[in-house]
């Protein structure tokens, strides 16, 4: 078990101690949320009541999310307007598009639904489920190229999102779209585009609501076709190759100066 799990399960455990030890006169005055980064910090002044009490789970905890999917050849994250890890998802659903006999031209995946980074070296289930903990499955549709260049507005505005290597975009700092081609060609408004995405953003989510314009959706609901399964077959298959995964940041969107 990596450290960082330990630490998660550390807290939740001291989070049960402390509710179990709580006396049911307590009502709740208010409600708060933050976002608690959990890092190496973490591990500076371990918890040895914590630990112990996890002791017991960690050899299930392991054997499940301790298997080793692949290899990356560098640490990726996720950000805007665009990054190695939100190149690489949206390049993973043009890579099984073929397993479902389809060939889209271009893919997207929503940075915002991807929860972790990777760090370089051995890639674990458990990291795959740290960057893909939900169950969002892969999708495609078409769009008429009006729409699509609706759907590129709407990415514009929200400063990009994960796109595909046949994308290039310019937005501006306020967020509109100042061009964008697919394969170095210009979109046709009157064309239709096949493109491969995830079902959530299909339902025209995150700002997205050209998706609901969409035609021909296939969208298999069998837990086969989640992202997460996805990912770790992609990883595997680099694995028998003997490749190590990659990815770049290489001017799919670009922010106009």
């Given at each position: 078990?990596s450290?960082?799990?330990?630490t998660?399960?550390?807290?939740i455990a001291?989070l049960l101690?402390t509710?179990t030890?709580c006396?049911?006169?307590?009502?709740v005055?208010?409600?708060?949320?933050?976002?608690?980064?959990i890092?190496?910090?973490w591990d500076?002044?371990?918890?040895?009541?914590?630990?112990?009490f996890?002791?017991?789970?960690?050899?299930?905890v392991?054997?499940?999310?301790g298997?080793?999917?692949?290899?990356?050849?560098r640490?990726?994250?996720?950000?805007?307007?665009?990054?190695?890890?939100?190149?690489l998802?949206?390049?993973i659903?043009m890579?099984?598009?073929?397993?479902?006999?389809?060939?889209?031209?271009?893919?997207?995946?929503?940075?915002?639904?991807?929860?972790a980074d990777?760090?370089?070296?051995?890639?674990?289930?458990?990291?795959?489920?740290?960057?893909a903990?939900f169950?969002?499955?892969?999708?495609?549709?078409?769009?008429?190229?009006?729409?699509?260049?609706?759907?590129?507005?709407q990415?514009?505005?929200r400063?990009?999102?994960?796109?595909s290597?046949?994308?290039?975009?310019?937005?501006?700092k306020?967020?509109?779209?100042?061009?964008?081609?697919?394969?170095g060609?210009?979109?046709?408004a009157d064309n239709?585009?096949?493109?491969a995405?995830?079902?959530?953003l299909?339902g025209?989510?995150?700002?997205?609501t050209?998706?609901?314009k969409?035609r021909?959706?296939k969208a298999?609901?069998?837990?086969?076709?989640?992202?997460?399964?996805i990912?770790?077959?992609y990883?595997?298959a680099?694995e028998?190759?003997?490749?190590?995964v990659?990815?770049?940041i290489?001017g799919?969107i670009?922010v106009?100066e």
């Open positions: 078990m450290m960082k799990k330990t998660i399960l550390a807290v001291t101690m509710m030890a006396r049911h006169h307590y009502e005055a208010s409600v708060e949320r933050s976002r608690i980064l890092d190496s910090r500076a002044q371990p918890d040895a009541q914590a630990a112990q996890l002791t017991p789970y960690k050899h299930d392991d054997s499940v999310l298997p080793i999917v692949g290899h990356v050849a640490s990726m994250k996720a950000d805007r307007p665009e990054s190695e890890l939100s190149n998802l949206p390049d659903l890579w099984a598009a073929q397993f479902y006999d389809e060939e889209p031209v271009f893919a997207i995946y929503n940075t915002g639904g991807i929860r990777l760090t370089r070296g051995a890639v674990t289930y458990g990291d795959v489920l740290d960057i903990p169950e969002n499955k892969i999708a495609f549709m078409t769009l008429k190229g009006s729409d699509l260049l609706e759907l590129f507005q990415i514009a505005a400063g990009g999102e994960g796109v290597s046949a994308v290039r975009m310019v937005i501006t306020d967020g509109k779209l100042v061009s964008v081609t697919l394969n060609e210009e979109i046709d239709d585009y096949r493109l995405t995830i079902d959530y299909a025209g989510t995150d700002g997205m050209a998706f609901t969409g021909d959706l298999p609901q069998e837990v086969s076709n989640n992202t997460r399964f990912i770790m077959d990883f595997r680099m028998k190759e003997g490749k190590l990659d990815a770049k290489e799919r670009t106009k």
